[in-house]
């Protein structure tokens, strides 16, 4: 079951024994909430101010970087109804026996029986052709009328599955994820759950007009794990682990973070990534029927289902997967600008994810492996959303952002950090150039 329902979409991070370099700003901002208890192993403020930025002191020295990062797992991101689950793999299974049973047949027809079944076929080739083109106007039939427009976007998109079977087995999955951390689950006395509770109240108060927002009810819950992880279930059910809360850098992050889930939610992608792989699945049973028949051996069969599902994977899948996540980071974004987030604190979040990759010298592998954009890629894509999302916090009359950008504080940081390496790897270069003045960025 659990590689149906898959976590891809909803994961935003997975790590294990993660260390992080955590930066918490104090200063003042209209919603606060301070907390002598420990987050991880440090005492922590978090506050909802007006500009997130890196410690004033970044060096290569005292920075902890993630010790291993990785995007969500390839697996199908959406949960899909019971009944596929059992279908699929007999529609498979169906399509290789009929297959090879096609190509026991020709191989046991005898050589004349074989030359008057292709003349009969060259005879009645326009009706075969008709028959052929009427199986493809049934599937562009089916995928138009199955074609609905998304809330907000407006994109349209293919949905299959009615929404009350996502809403049952939303209800099951959250059954499973409670019982598996049952004894995990932070009490809401904690620090960390009243943390996550008040943001995501914020952003769902402030974006109520909305009415797929407004429509779920939000349930909260904080595990303590260490993997950099957050989701939002179909139904609204919120889990936000406590390594992500000792990843983020501030309180903005966070709040973009968990908006990003929350839009996956709201634009009901589990359903349309679901909906997607049914239709794919469906329709590759046909070449899944011809790649058994024609191959001569089983082994050359299993070889060519295996790149067959893999020009399915790298072509569509994972494509569409990342316009998903694209398209959750564009709402997103827009959730947070309403709730009076600074918004530019977006793309710094996955700037640091890609500086810490680049310490680990961990190798880069093209953005089409993954079902996630590239860090880089993101922070772009953000940079490029965050001037409509200031447009959509101005014009909700939030606070003016006070303070320099954070994105400007991070280049400036991440110079330092340069610098401070390139005189670790030369200590004399100090001595001969004592006159050369040492960056230091103030924390405010």
Same mark, same amino acid.
Do not use: D, K, N, W
């Given at each position: 079951y659990r590689n149906f329902i898959g976590k891809g979409q909803r994961c935003l991070l997975n790590i294990s024994n993660t260390k992080v370099y955590k930066n918490v700003l104090h200063s003042s901002g209209r919603f606060c909430f301070q907390s002598s208890q420990p987050l991880g192993q440090k005492t922590i403020s978090l506050w909802i101010n007006s500009v997130g930025q890196l410690p004033h002191r970044f060096s290569a020295r005292n920075a902890q970087i993630i010790t291993s990062f990785h995007t969500s797992p390839s697996l199908q991101a959406a949960p899909v109804p019971l009944f596929w689950i059992i279908v699929k793999p007999a529609q498979k299974l169906f399509a290789i026996i009929l297959g090879r049973s096609i190509r026991n047949w020709w191989k046991a027809l005898p050589p004349n029986k074989r030359e008057l079944f292709k003349e009969s076929a060259r005879k009645n080739k326009w009706k075969i052709l008709l028959g052929v083109s009427? /199986? #493809?106007?049934?599937?562009?039939?089916?995928?138009?009328? !199955?074609?609905?427009?998304?809330?907000?976007?407006?994109?349209a998109r293919l949905l299959v599955f009615g929404k009350e079977h996502f809403r049952e087995l939303s209800q099951i999955e959250y059954d499973m994820w409670m019982e598996e951390f049952k004894s995990k689950m932070l009490p809401e006395t904690d620090a960390r759950y009243q943390v996550v509770e008040r943001v995501v109240g914020h952003l769902s108060e402030s974006n109520k007009d909305i009415p797929q927002v407004s429509a779920l009810k939000w349930v909260i819950h904080v595990v303590d794990e260490p993997g950099v992880n957050a989701f939002v279930l179909p139904n609204g059910q919120v889990f936000v682990f406590t390594g992500l809360l000792n990843a983020v850098s501030d309180i903005h992050q966070l709040a973009f973070i /968990? #908006?990003?889930?929350?839009?996956?939610?709201?634009?009901? !992608?589990?359903?349309e990534k679901a909906s997607l792989v049914h239709f794919l699945d469906f329709l590759s049973l046909i070449f899944l029927t011809m790649i058994w028949a024609i191959c001569p051996r089983d082994s050359l069969a299993a070889v060519g289902q295996w790149i067959q599902s893999k020009l399915?994977?790298?072509?569509f899948d994972r494509p569409y997967s990342r316009t998903l996540e694209a398209e959750a980071d564009k709402v997103g974004l827009q959730f947070a600008a309403k709730a009076c987030v600074d918004v530019r604190a977006s793309s710094v979040f996955w700037q640091q994810m890609e500086l810490a990759e680049t310490i680990q010298g961990q190798p880069k592998l093209p953005e089409w492996l993954s079902t996630h954009p590239s860090h880089e890629n993101r922070a772009e894509h953000l940079d490029r959303l965050i001037p409509e999302a200031l447009k959509i916090r101005e014009s909700c009359k939030c606070p003016s952002l006070s303070g320099p950008d954070p994105r400007l504080i991070f280049k400036l940081n991440m110079q330092h950090l340069l610098e401070s390496s390139k005189d670790q790897e030369n200590p004399n270069s100090a001595k001969q150039d004592l006159s050369k003045p040492k960056l230091d960025f103030p924390h405010t």
């Open positions: 009427s /199986l #493809g106007v049934l599937f562009i039939m089916f995928y138009f009328t !199955h074609l609905e427009e998304t809330p907000i976007t407006g994109r /968990l #908006g990003h889930e929350i839009a996956h939610a709201v634009l009901e !992608h589990a359903a399915q994977e790298f072509m």
